[in-house]
């Protein structure tokens, strides 16, 4: 359980969003087992679940609690009512199905990168990123896009708050390594990864802004990095995606 809230701060709803994202990491529970996981009284988490389940924001079958639709239903207002993610959709299903790889569209949010789109070619690598996924911004091409394209103060903030963990042996954990980093993507327009989130896996990622200037996201595009190397990584990739998100930012421009 976290600490007691400030004083705007709502403890009673602070409890009922520990107890959904104890399902969420649990996979589902019973009530002894999410009192287990939150150490809290099964009391406490009884009546934050039943009054979740008469919102619909959770099932029950048996005595096993999940979470409910009503989560999807409330993302996906959010997935189509944003105009840009749904450009940047067009273009994300466009690109898988001309490369043939797997393509996906990230925004921001918390200093974290969220999956909003993504989309499987023919002979596109399989992962667990799926649309709501969050993650750390410095490890991914996309998430590092977004990055340089955020003013420094912004990134510092989120270094700050969420520091710069290691996935694999290849991940950026240095902040002055990183901001080299996030300088040279800035000049050349396209960021990479290579091996930083996956081991076996390298991406090219390209940033999308809005009319007035901030970023709507990032979209890439991820293969084996035994064929995602050399010119494929290089050009190849990153014209298709310098191509992709100036078309999205044109018609970002003439349709908000």
Known sequence: ????????????TETSLEVVDALYE?????????????GAAPSTVHRH???????????????????????LTIG?????NERGYQLAKDKVQQLALTTG??????????????YIHASVGEDAVQTDAHIGKRGPLHCSAAGKAI??????????????ER????VTPNTITDRETLFEELEAISTRGVA???????????????AVHCPDGHVLGAISISGPAQRFKGEKLGEEIPDLLLGATNEIELNLKYTM
């Open 1 to 12: 359980m976290t600490s007691e809230p400030g004083p705007s701060r709502l403890k009673t």
């Open 26 to 38: 649990l996979g589902g529970g019973r009530i002894d087992e999410i009192a287990d996981h939150l």
């Open 49 to 71: 679940l039943t009054t979740l389940r008469a919102h619909d924001y959770v099932t029950k079958e048996g005595d096993v609690y999940r979470l409910g639709l009503q989560f």
């Open 76 to 80: 996906g207002y959010i997935q189509h």
């Open 101 to 114: 790889e797997r393509v996906q569209f990230i925004t921001e949010e918390h200093g974290q990168r969220v």
């Open 147 to 160: 990055l340089a394209a955020l003013p420094k103060s912004r990134v510092e903030a989120i270094i700050d």
């Open 163 to 166: 520091g710069l963990p290691q």
């Open 192 to 206: 990479f990864n290579e091996q930083e989130s996956v081991i076996g896996l390298n991406a090219a990622g390209t």
